[in-house]
């Protein structure tokens, strides 16, 4: 039987996303972030975690049709991908993870939840300098140094860049 790329992908991000929020409230429950407990800021996380999700299951599309591949690092697109939400922004399927991270701490009003979404955004965002970009460079060459310059790595331009 083969292990699918995507289940993979599927459970390491869950294990992110559920099991490590989980186990930090459940190990220091009462630990909320001061000020965040107003109803709202709740209604915004799950707003956030909500806009993460959809965005998370975009992005692996976008990935799997006109990349030719999965999003995981053995088995990667063969062909850059450089439309649809790849087109606005190099690391939407990374953004929508911290997005719901950061959702999930607005709603659990939870600080230990706050410090691990930028957790995860650190770690991604040596992931992708330190081995993402420059594998992806020597694999696509110029069409990928094109693409870095006219796409931001991770905040959408308000006005996309010209080359």
Request: with cysteine; aromatic share 12%.
């Amino acid at each position: 039987m083969k292990f699918s790329p995507f289940l993979a992908v599927y459970l390491i991000h869950a294990s992110m996303l559920v099991a490590v929020p989980a186990l930090l409230v459940l190990a220091v429950p009462t630990l909320p972030a001061q000020g965040l407990g107003w109803f709202g800021f709740r209604i915004l996380g799950a707003l956030q975690a909500g806009c993460g999700v959809i965005l998370y299951f975009r992005t692996i599309g976008g990935l799997t049709v006109p990349g030719k591949g999965t999003p995981a690092i053995w088995d990667p697109p063969r062909v850059l991908v450089n439309q649809g939400h790849y087109g606005t922004v190099r690391n939407p399927m990374y953004a929508a993870v911290v997005l719901i991270a950061g959702g999930e701490a607005l709603v659990l009003n939870h600080i230990l939840v706050a410090v691990w979404a930028v957790a995860l955004w650190g770690g991604f965002h040596l992931f992708v300098t330190l081995y993402e970009e420059p594998t992806l460079r020597r694999t696509f060459g110029a069409s990928y140094e094109k693409y870095c310059k006219t796409v931001p790595r991770w905040l959408p331009a308000i006005f996309p860049r010209s080359t």
